[in-house]
């Protein structure tokens, strides 16, 4: 049974950071994409980042460009977001999600082409 895990989130002051993790099974992270997603309260869920398969590419929106980083560690079939410089526009329930492809599409993606998500974990930058 494919299953994503997200972990990692919790409370920080701005300027502060967090690392996300996405554990998966029932499928090989390194075969697939994996992109990260956040919606805040009364928004829409937006694209943040993608990774493809074999690390070849990475895509970031523009408003966490430079201060976001995700990355992949095959063995433990788990991928990262290092989250740096957080600003209470972070905050924001965040998952991850895999398409079941290996290419991110050249961009972070739009929700609608990812059919397979985790439960979320909660991220929130306050003073």
């Known amino acids: 049974q494919l299953q994503l895990e997200e972990s990692g989130g919790g409370l920080v002051q701005p300027g502060g950071s967090l690392r996300l993790s996405c554990a998966a099974s029932?499928?090989?992270?390194?075969?697939?994409?994996i992109g990260w997603f956040r919606q805040a309260p009364g928004k829409g869920r937006e694209g943040v980042a993608c990774i493809s398969s074999n690390v070849r590419y990475t895509y970031y929106s523009d408003s966490v460009k430079g201060r976001f980083t995700t990355s992949r560690d095959d063995a433990k079939n788990t991928v990262y977001l290092q989250m740096n410089q957080l600003k209470p526009e972070d905050t924001a329930l965040y998952y991850c999600?895999?398409?079941?492809?290996?290419?991110?599409?050249?961009?972070?993606?739009?929700?609608?082409?990812?059919?397979?998500w985790g439960q979320g974990t909660q991220v929130t930058v306050s003073s």
């Open positions: 029932g499928f090989p992270t390194h075969s697939y994409a």
């Open positions: 999600a895999t398409p079941l492809t290996p290419s991110c599409g050249n961009s972070v993606g739009v929700a609608d082409e990812y059919g397979y």
